[in-house]
Structures are given as structure tokens and as C-alpha cells.
């Protein structure tokens, strides 16, 4: 590992991480080659902490396999990742979000991964239910929806 840079969540949490980690960041990569000075710390008012340490592990540990552990290994790990860090909702879209904005473009897809996994085979009406999106379709506008694509609600025998 290289050097460690110093980052700033939006909580005011500090935290180290090896620069060649903060790296898998395309937006924090960017801002190191114009900085200055890369001594300082870098606040990251739009990350909260918790998700910004799940960040920094998940690109420590993509930093360090590389080259070094299996395509197997790596998945296997980030399966185990992704469902630990992921197990609260708001998180997982937190993270989402977050990830998108620093441009760490492996665990954004794994991200969105596990989001698909989680609503494959629901209805709307359990999708609205999880995730606390409002009903707020007409019922003609609902049943000409239903009438042009019943056949994705047919189940199969």
C-alpha cells in the first residue's frame, strides 16, 4: 500500500485510507491530480461515515486482491460484502448514491446488483409497500398499464 490520505465524512468523522484505494474513485482520483496538496485533508460532505468506511474497505480490499486472489476469491467476498452492508434499504440507497457520486464504478453495479435482486418477482404493489413509494396512478391509468403488459404478470406453470 501507498501513502494514506486523510478524508472527511459528513458527520465529521476522519479517516485514513491508502491513497491507491482512494484511487478506485474516478471523481476523488480527478481531484487528487489538480490538488495541490494532497497532505491535507479532503472532506466528503456528502458522505456519511458508516458508508464511507464500507467505501474504503471494499477498495482496500479490491486494491490488495488484485493480482493476488482468484476471480472466485474476489467474488465470493464481494457477495458477502454486499449483503452485510446492504441488509438496511435506506443504506443500500445511500450507498448507491454515494458511490455514484465519487465514481467507483465496481461496487456502484454490485450496488444496483443487489437493488435487482431485491425487487425481482415482486408486484408493484409490494414494491410500492417496501420502499414507501406513494400509489399515485389513477385505476384507468392502471388497468390500461395492466392490460398492454399482463403477460410479465402471468406466472408460469
Known amino acids: 500500500m501507498s501513502?494514506?490520505?486523510?478524508?472527511?465524512?459528513?458527520?465529521?468523522k476522519t479517516l485514513t485510507a491508502p491513497k491507491d484505494a482512494i484511487m478506485r474513485s474516478a471523481m476523488l482520483k480527478n481531484l487528487l491530480e489538480v490538488a495541490a496538496n494532497s497532505d491535507e485533508q479532503i472532506p466528503l460532505d456528502f458522505v456519511h461515515s458508516e458508508d464511507l468506511e464500507n467505501i474504503i474497505e471494499y477498495?482496500?480490499?479490491?486494491?490488495?486482491?488484485?493480482?493476488?486472489?482468484?476471480?472466485?476469491?474476489?467474488s465470493?467476498?464481494?457477495?458477502?460484502?454486499?449483503?452485510?452492508?446492504?441488509?438496511d434499504d435506506q443504506k443500500h440507497l445511500r450507498l448507491?448514491?454515494?458511490?455514484?457520486?465519487l465514481q467507483i464504478e465496481g461496487l456502484f453495479k454490485l450496488l444496483v446488483q443487489g437493488i435487482v435482486r431485491k425487487l425481482h418477482n415482486k408486484t408493484p404493489e409490494q414494491i410500492r409497500?417496501?420502499?414507501n413509494i406513494p400509489d399515485d396512478l389513477p385505476k384507468e391509468k392502471k388497468d390500461e398499464i395492466f392490460n398492454t403488459t399482463n403477460w410479465l404478470y402471468k406466472k408460469s406453470q
Do not use: M, P
Not at 480490499?61 to 493476488?68: I, L, T
Not at 465470493?76 to 441488509?87: A, H, L, M, P
Open 76 to 87: 465470493k467476498w464481494d457477495g458477502e460484502f454486499i449483503n452485510r452492508v446492504t441488509q
Open 129 to 131: 409497500e417496501k420502499w
Open 96 to 101: 448507491i448514491q454515494t458511490t455514484d457520486q
Open 3 to 12: 501513502e494514506t490520505l486523510t478524508l472527511v465524512s459528513a458527520d465529521g
Open 59 to 74: 477498495c482496500k480490499y479490491h486494491v490488495e486482491a488484485e493480482g493476488k486472489a482468484s476471480e472466485g476469491d474476489i
